[in-house]
């Protein structure tokens, strides 16, 4: 049931190189890249969305189209958005709790995640959190910081 599915983001196989090689010459956006399991296992919408506002990179833009910085910076911001949401217990949106009732509390850090009309946490930047739906799913990205 797993052997089609990537590595796992925060384990060893999941490196910048392997990054850069799954998602060169993709013309698929990058949001819609790092949610297919094949590519990355386990990266959810909440957690791709955060990871790409940390690095500066519009969920629209063609994955394969992400220059080498950007891809470095989300590699990075991938590893560090999972590890900061472990540390807080996941995020609790509507019914979610771990197996000893406690909810999370990485939904009180989202720079971006349901903050539509917000203004944008980046450093220096006076943008607008903005929302669209592509593919049933909501992204929330700054149009001024991310691109």
């Not at 386990?42 to 519009?58: M, W």
Request: charged letters at 20%; aromatic letters at 8%.
């Amino acid at each position: 049931y797993f052997k089609g599915m990537g590595p796992e983001p925060l384990g060893n196989e999941f490196h910048l190189p392997y990054l850069k090689r799954a998602l060169s010459g993709k013309k698929t956006s990058i949001k819609a890249a790092l949610l297919d399991q094949r590519l990355v296992a386990g990266l959810g919408n909440i957690y791709v969305v955060e990871a790409l506002h940390r690095a500066g990179i519009a969920p629209t833009r063609a994955a394969g189209r992400v220059c080498e910085a950007r891809l470095e910076r989300l590699y990075h911001a991938i590893r560090a958005v999972l590890e900061e949401a472990i540390e807080a217990g996941g995020s609790t949106l509507s019914d979610y709790a771990a197996v000893d009732g406690a909810q999370g509390g990485f939904q009180h850090r989202f720079r971006v995640y349901g903050r539509e009309g917000a203004g944008c946490v980046a450093a220096g930047c006076s943008g607008v959190i903005a929302r669209k739906t592509h593919g049933g799913r909501s992204s929330f990205w700054c149009p001024r910081c991310q691109r």
